[in-house]
């Protein structure tokens, strides 16, 4: 079946704790992507990949890294949590760049709370 | 910067009713608009997507959406919603051949049984 797959799926930390998300897709796609939502924000885009090794920031990177070693894998790194980060991260994939209309497959969702 | 704007935020109709969502866009370069639905507790499924050609595009479940490009709008429609259309709704823009995505605040749409 083709998916995004995430983990954890839920996750309550404490300040300072580093700690990553895992993204992983089967379906061969050379973009992927993080997002955040929050309450009344939406989704804003945190990082995206256009291929391996290619990684640029989107609109809140502050905070977060990210890693495209192999193309099925994005994982999401948070090297000292603070509890501004609580919210609920999704990853993305699409086959290709989103300006000539690839839709994008979002995984289930990680909702990260940090205390 | 480029932003996208959902005017309404929450939207109480009744089983029956004719739905319209709007969404604005500030970008002045070639866009590719997209309606993306939240059921509750799932992920987001894509609804619809304009890239080019007839600006009235038709997707899923019933659902169209109008690109008005000189209105900078991508108005999301359904002629008759149903209980289980209840979810939440997101506008999204992207830009050329960029990576990045911008999505609007969300409209919450509760429909009356």
């Known amino acids: 079946e083709a998916q995004v797959t995430q983990n954890p799926r839920y996750l309550i930390t404490v300040t300072g704790k580093k700690l990553t998300v895992t993204c992983s897709q089967n379906m061969n796609h050379e973009y992927m992507s993080w997002y955040r939502q929050d309450p009344g924000l939406g989704l804003r885009q945190i990082y995206y990949s256009m291929n391996v090794e290619v990684t640029d920031k989107g609109d809140v990177p502050e905070g977060y890294k990210v890693s495209r070693k192999e193309k099925r894998n994005f994982p999401l790194i948070l090297e000292s949590p603070s509890p501004n980060q609580t919210s609920l991260y999704f990853c993305?994939?699409?086959?290709?760049?989103?300006?000539?209309?690839?839709?994008?497959?979002f995984g289930p969702g990680t909702r990260l709370t940090v205390l | 910067a480029q932003s996208v704007s959902q005017h309404n935020h929450h939207v109480i109709l009744s089983e029956a009713a004719s739905l319209e969502l709007g969404c604005n866009y500030s970008?002045?370069?070639?866009?590719?608009l997209f309606w993306y639905v939240q059921y509750p507790g799932q992920h987001l499924q894509l609804l619809l997507k304009y890239f080019s050609g007839d600006p009235l595009v038709k997707g899923i479940k019933g659902f169209e959406a109008e690109f008005i490009k000189s209105k900078f709008s991508f108005n999301l429609r359904k002629p008759s919603v149903q209980w289980s259309d209840t979810a939440e709704y997101f506008c999204?823009?992207?830009?050329?051949?960029?990576?990045?995505?911008?999505f609007g605040q969300g409209t919450t749409l509760q429909v009356k049984p």
């Open positions: 999204a823009v992207g830009s050329g051949n960029t990576g990045k995505l911008i």
């Open positions: 970008y002045g370069g070639t866009v590719n």
């Open positions: 993305a994939s699409s086959f290709g760049r989103l300006g000539v209309g690839n839709e994008q497959f």
